[in-house]
């Protein structure tokens, strides 16, 4: 290390800078960052994904502490607690009428909103880098990767069916854009950042 600040430094710094300023909003509410992005996650998660262990993994956190941020959240009333009717201990969770309600003061809104008003092309680099960016970062830590329908290799569609190879089977419109513990990044996706310098010192 010669204390050269790279490009690639400053963009993992700039990832950790806005997840921080972007929480920094939350002024009002009651919920702590852990709290907050599992309601998002069970908000955003596809059925197969909305267990405690799904969260644990991509909260990057144990199992007992992903379940007691989930039994703090059905105390609350936020969190709803579903069984198989023929397997008890196949259970997810659900986000309550309360739970969604409490999502539309979701503090990472402001992050949403700034997204929006970049540029369509920026915008779309960005869509296109992060996913990549998130199945390296699984990859060198050996762990499981999220994403959606969109970039998995598991997804192919055709007219107006998609389908699944994981599950084999076709993909009900409301599970496209659903965050996903079966994902698996499909290769070759390009980042295309432009303006940014290879090096800045
Ligand atoms: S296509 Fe991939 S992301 Fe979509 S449901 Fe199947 S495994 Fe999950």
Redesign the pocket.
Known sequence: MDGKITSTDEIAELIVYLGRAARGGDTGSDLTAAQWTALRFFARA?HVSRTPSAFASFHATTRGTASQTIKFLMLKGYLARHEAADDRRSVRFDLTDSGQEVMRDDPLRALSEAIDRLEGGLRAALRQALPSLAGELANIRDTVAF???GD?R??SSGGTTSY?A??AAE?APA?LGRL?I???ASGGMKLALPGLPKEIS
């Open positions: 596809n994403g959606t329908c998995c598991h997804f699944c994981y599950v993909l599970d996903c079966n994902f698996a």
